[in-house]
């Protein structure tokens, strides 16, 4: 979820109008921080998002039982807790603090320069404030509350169903899958554009289509998972139920 830093020094017009100020050199530890922020926006939250939408959700399509054994594979990784923590909690975190104090240092063009790329740079703004508390909402509602899908990762599809089912929070998480879906896509763009990745305008808006079909891709895929649980029966969600047995492996079927 990548986007781009505002700095000290005066951009041309050019520049402006085209909404992507590439980062400079020589601005100690602001400079650092925002690559680290940009980076972070990559590896690891865009990585992380990937595999949430593309791997893990999108299981849900082919069933309850092949989400749960996702779920039960992410839980059965060594020193997960860690992983979590230094793979996804704190850069998550490091990267939504630093972009809401960008957010709130730099000033929008969009007025006096209405070009697309104003815009959609715009757009990168919002949808991360978005996606931010769309992240924390599910994290925290998926991982600190309810039954513990650690020890019970068979419960995992009637817990998401649990929120789903609820119109409000499906609308809700329709808005925060495509927002975190197009502030990553786009930020892929910016992320190529300020390292000098990609250079040229005819480079620049061939990247911006691809970028725009991976948007498509995710938030495609995404929906489709979130159609899957809502076209499901509602399953049950506590530890010992007959869902649960049901889906459980043939050795904890014959412990209970």
């Known amino acids: ?26 601005q ?10 940009s980076l972070t926006g990559i590896v690891p939250v865009g990585a992380f998002l990937c595999e949430h939408i593309l ?10 039982a092949a989400y749960a054994k996702q779920v039960a ?3 059965g990784l060594p020193l997960v807790f860690f992983l ?37 740079y715009s757009a990168q703004r919002w949808t991360g404030g ?19 899908l650690h020890a019970y990762p068979y419960a995992s599809f009637g817990k998401v169903q649990s929120e789903l089912f609820v119109t409000p929070l499906f609308l809700f998480y329709v ?15 910016l992320f190529c554009a300020k390292w000098g990745i990609i250079s040229g305008e005819i480079a620049r808006k061939r990247f911006l289509v691809a970028c725009t079909c991976f948007f498509f891709l995710l938030s495609g895929v995404g929906l489709a998972s979130l159609a899957t649980f809502r076209s499901q029966p509602l399953q049950t969600i ?19």
């Open 1 to 26: 979820m990548a986007s781009a830093a505002s700095s000290t020094a005066p951009l041309t017009t050019t520049q402006t109008m085209r909404g992507v100020a590439p980062l400079r050199t020589g």
């Open 28 to 37: 100690g530890s602001s400079f650092f921080l925002r690559r680290l922020h």
């Open 55 to 64: 791997i893990s959700n999108a299981t849900a399509i082919s069933g309850s």
């Open 73 to 75: 594979f992410l839980a």
């Open 84 to 120: 979590e923590l230094f793979g996804i909690w704190l850069p998550i975190a490091f990267h939504a603090i630093y972009g809401l104090y960008i957010w709130y240092r730099g000033e929008g063009n969009t007025i006096s320069y209405p070009w697309s790329g104003n815009w959609m």
């Open 130 to 148: 978005i996606a931010f508390i769309y992240i924390v909402w599910h994290t925290y509602t998926m991982r600190f509350t309810g039954i513990d």
């Open 175 to 189: 808005v925060g899958l495509i927002a975190a879906s197009w502030h990553f896509a786009y930020g892929i763009w």
């Open 238 to 256: 506590e530890p010992g139920t007959a869902a649960m047995v049901h889906h459980a492996p043939p050795q904890e079927r014959s412990v209970r």
